[in-house]
């Protein structure tokens, strides 16, 4: 028992030697939002994408990375959805994170973790944020480390903001909202999501930009107007 635990601390293949040599585009890949579970098949096929001499690794937002061939990528993606996997969009554009609800026997919310991943996944920010739906208060899935946390309980959701992710100042967000229904969680994102891209500087995290205007009237309004 543990005797692999540090025999390859240096990996032989990363996405920086692949670019040496040649273009390589890194892939974010998953069974789903909710779903963490790989079949045989989707891991045969990724195994067969990436070759001998690919990179492949996880990363902290429950992703695979991959590495694949820059001029081969479309072909690839459509190869990794043909068996139901997904894949992350990149850039400056709401990225979505869920629990996995307990594997499937708590999914009091995930019609509404899909109804927000359908309005909300891709959609511009002004830099990348991570919308992190958790099922039950236990959070288990750390809902509050992420830009905006939701964490589901009685048809409603308590909302947290301004987590820094990492650094030496990493913190959980702070409580911003408590029970925001899930008739109105839609549109207090979006108002949310308003307020950062007309307010916020070029490319500034939504933490520090939440940070920097906490104090600011809008943040109050928006509360008040989706108190039910
Ligand atoms: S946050 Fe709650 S619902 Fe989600 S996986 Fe954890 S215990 Fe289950």
């Known amino acids: 028992m543990g005797r692999n635990a ?10 920086a030697t692949l670019n ?26 990724i195994a067969e ?3 001998e001499d690919g990179a492949i690794k996880y990363s902290a937002s429950y992703y695979l990375l991959i590495s694949v061939p820059t ?7 459509q190869q990794l959805e043909d068996v139901g996997l ?20 708590k999914m009091e919310a995930a019609a509404i973790t899909e109804a927000l991943y359908k309005t909300f996944v891709g959609q511009a920010v002004r830099n990348r944020l991570r919308l992190n739906v958790n099922g039950c208060a236990s959070a288990c899935y750390n809902a509050m480390y992420d830009d905006i946390g939701l964490v ?15 650094g030496r100042h990493a913190q959980a967000g ?5 029970n925001v229904s899930v008739e109105n969680i839609e549109a207090f994102l979006q108002e949310m999501l308003h307020i950062y891209n007309e307010f916020a500087r070029e490319n500034e ?16 309004n928006l509360r008040v107007s989706h108190m039910d």
């Not at 997904?86 to 026997?105: L, R, T």
């Not at 702070?174 to 408590?178: E, G, Q, V």
Request: glycine share 4%; net charge positive; hydrophobic share 40%.
């Open 6 to 15: 540090f025999t390859k601390n240096v990996p032989e293949h990363t996405f």
């Open 20 to 45: 040496k040599e040649s273009s390589y585009t890194r892939l974010a890949i998953s069974p789903g939002v909710i779903n963490k579970h790989y079949t045989p098949a989707q891991l045969q096929k």
């Open 49 to 51: 994408i990436v070759g």
């Open 71 to 77: 001029e081969k990528r479309l072909e690839i993606c």
């Open 86 to 105: 997904y894949i992350a969009q990149q850039g400056a554009v709401v990225d979505m994170k869920a629990c996995d609800f307990c594997d499937g026997e």
């Open 152 to 166: 589901y309980q009685q048809d409603s959701f308590d909302v947290y903001v301004g987590a820094i992710p990492m």
């Open 174 to 178: 702070k409580l911003f909202a408590k």
């Open 205 to 220: 995290p939504f933490h520090r930009f939440f940070k920097r205007t906490k104090a600011e009237a809008f943040w109050a």
